[in-house]
């Protein structure tokens, strides 16, 4: 019988050993993404960010059409409260406030890693300049961009009109130029 709660008490405790042993990943912000991302030679994938409706997501929900948008799907907070909205319009919006670096602000709405996983495990310059061993390090690419951007460009979003996603991908791509 002791042999068998051993056993139990083992197989029940062994994820929450290996959960609380790996660290989880900070995010780091636009801000320090944008330090090296914003060269012309390097794909100037900050200005493409500030230009774009993404770097605006959050500033939409503290308007009162937002506000507007929320009450008539029945939420009773504000859009820029209300984690349905959140979710697509602010970067790591339910992430413990200890995972968000002293830079990260809520208000760059989504960022780079929206789309590209929080940065603190790949975000040195020795790693980014090896793409294998950011990837190895959290960054994330996708082969799929439709995947990606359908995350929250979808039937879900309370404002949603379908568009041509390659077009939209068009309007934020922002790849990095290869080096001569």
Known sequence: MLKKIFILTILFSTPFLFA???DAIKYVGVKKCGMCHKKAK??????IWKNSKHAQAYTVLTTEKADKIAIEKGFTTKAVETPECLKCHVTAY???ASLLDKK???ED??????CHGAG???????????KKLS??????VYADKKELCSKCHNSDSPTFVARDMDKLWEEIKHYIPEKK
């Open 120 to 130: 603190g495990n790949y975000d040195s310059n020795k790693i980014m300049k090896d």
């Open 109 to 114: 709405g989504v960022g780079c890693e929206s």
């Open 94 to 96: 339910n992430a413990d």
């Open 135 to 140: 990837v190895e390090n959290g960054l994330l």
């Open 104 to 106: 990260f602000a809520k």
């Open 42 to 47: 390097d794909g100037e994938q900050l200005k």
């Open 20 to 22: 609380q042993s790996t």
